[in-house]
C-alpha cells in the first residue's frame, strides 16, 4: 500500500495553514497572493547565457525568488507552467505616441475635432495591444498631457490594461516648430530660454515624469525647415537645466547633425530618431553619456503612409530621403560604440507591432543577445528605473513574459510573445497552464 498522496495532502493542508497563520501573524504574503512560475529556460538579465529549468516565485507584484530546477508550489499558491517556453524580463518600448494612431490615416479634419475623452480611449485600446505584445513599460513622449497621467494613472491602480506609462507630456516646441501645432499660445510651445523653462515646468505640474522637445523639424511636420535645426541652443539648455533640477531625464526629437549637435551639447539624455548623425555627433554621444534610440522601424511605415497618399508632398519627399540614410547612419553609430536603447514611434505606426523593431536593430549590426539588451536593461537604465524593471531578480516588478523558443536564436520570436504578466496580474497566457488554487 502506497501512502505517500496522503502523506503528501497532509503536508500541503499543512502548508496553506502554516502559510495563512503567518500571514497573519507576520504581516506576509497571503498564500493566494503567491505565484510559482516554472520557466523551461530562464533569462535573468539580457546578455547573460539563459538558464536551464527554473522556478520563480512571486509575492503580489514583485519578484521574491528564484530557484535552479522546478519546485513543487506548496498548496493554496497559483502555479503557471512555462515549463516548455523561454521566460524573460518585459519589453520595453522607449518611444511611444500612445494616444496616436497616425498609422490610421484619417483626415485632418478628425484630427482635430478630438477631445481628451477620445484620446483617452483611444489610448485605453492601444495601451492594451502594446501590453498583450509583450511591451510591460513603455515611454511616452508626445501625448496631451492631462489624457496621458490618466491612462497612466488608472492603469498603475488596475482599473484597465496596459503597460506602465513613463511620459513627457506634451513635445515642448518653438512657435511654428515640429510638434507646435496650429494652437495660439499653447502651453508646450515656447520661445526664448525664459518661456522655455516655464513650458518644461508646466508638463512637470500637470504630471509628466520627462521632458521631451523637438530640436529640428520633422518628417511628418510640413514646415519648410525640413530636418534642420529649429531651436536655439540657449532654449535647449534652458530645457535641460530645467528638467534636470526638477528631477526629470531629457529626450530631444532630432534629425539634422546640427540639431544633434546642439542637443548633445545641451546635456540630453537621448536623441530620438537621429537620422544625420555622423562619425562627430558620434563621439559626442561617446562624451556625454546620450542614448540613440533610432526609431528605425518608423520610415518605411511612414515611407507606405505617404505613397498612399496618407501624408503631403513635402512629407514624402522629406521620408524618402530620411529613410535612405537613417539605417546606414545607425549602422555606423552602432559600430563606433553609442548605447542604443530600443523605440518604435509607435502612434506614428500601428501599436502592437512593437517587435518590428528587433529586425531593423539587427540588419543595423547588432547581435540578437544586445536588440534585447537594447529592450531591457538599456532602456530602464536610460529611464533611470533599472532598480525596480527590466531583469527577473529579487525585489524587482514582476514584470515577465514568454516564448515558444529562444529569442537570441531567433529574434522573431519576440513578434509572437505568449505570456505576458506585469506586476504579478497575467494579462495573456498561450500554450501556458495555470492551476489557480481550489
Ligand atoms: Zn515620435
Known sequence: MNLKPVALAAAAVICTLSLTAQAQTQGQTPAEQISYIHAGALLVHAGEKPRKAATIVIHGDKIDSIHEGFLNPPSGVRFIDLSKQFVMPGLID??????????????P?????????????????????????????????????????????????????????????RVIAVTAGHGAGNAD???????????????????????????????????TSDAATGLTQQMFADEMRAIVETAHMFGRKVAAHAHGKQGIKAALEAGV???EHGIYTDAETNLLFKRTGAWLVPT??????????????ARSPVVLAK?????????KNAAAAIRDGVKVAFGTDAGVREHGKNADEFNHLLKAGMSSADAIRAATIDAATLLGKADRIATIEKGKDADIIAVAA????????????EFVM????????QGTRQVFPQ
Open 319 to 327: 521620408v524618402e530621403e530620411a529613410a535612405a540614410v537613417h539605417a
Open 109 to 169: 479634419e478628425e484630427h482635430s475635432s478630438r477631445t481628451s475623452a477620445d484620446y483617452v480611449l483611444l489610448g485605453l485600446a492601444n495601451a492594451r495591444r502594446t501590453l498583450e505584445a509583450g511591451f510591460t513599460t513603455i515611454r511616452d513622449v508626445g501625448s496631451e498631457i492631462r489624457s496621458v497621467t490618466a491612462l497612466r494613472d488608472a492603469i498603475n491602480k488596475g482599473l484597465v490594461e496596459g503597460p506602465t506609462i513613463y511620459t513627457s507630456g
Open 185 to 219: 499660445a499653447a502651453e508646450h510651445v515656447c520661445d526664448g530660454a525664459d518661456d522655455c523653462r516655464r513650458a518644461v515646468r508646466t508638463q512637470i505640474a500637470l504630471g509628466a515624469d520627462l521632458i521631451k522637445f523637438a530640436a529640428t523639424g520633422g518628417v
Open 296 to 309: 528605425l522601424c518608423v520610415p518605411d511605415s511612414v515611407l507606405a503612409q505617404a505613397r498612399a497618399g
Open 406 to 417: 529562444s529569442p537570441i536564436a531567433d529574434i522573431s520570436e519576440l513578434e509572437r510573445v
Open 422 to 429: 506585469r506586476r504579478g496580474v497575467v494579462h495573456k497566457m
Open 269 to 271: 539624455d537621448s536623441i
Open 94 to 107: 522607449m518611444h511611444v505616441h500612445i494616444l496616436h494612431d497616425g498609422d490610421k490615416m484619417r483626415s
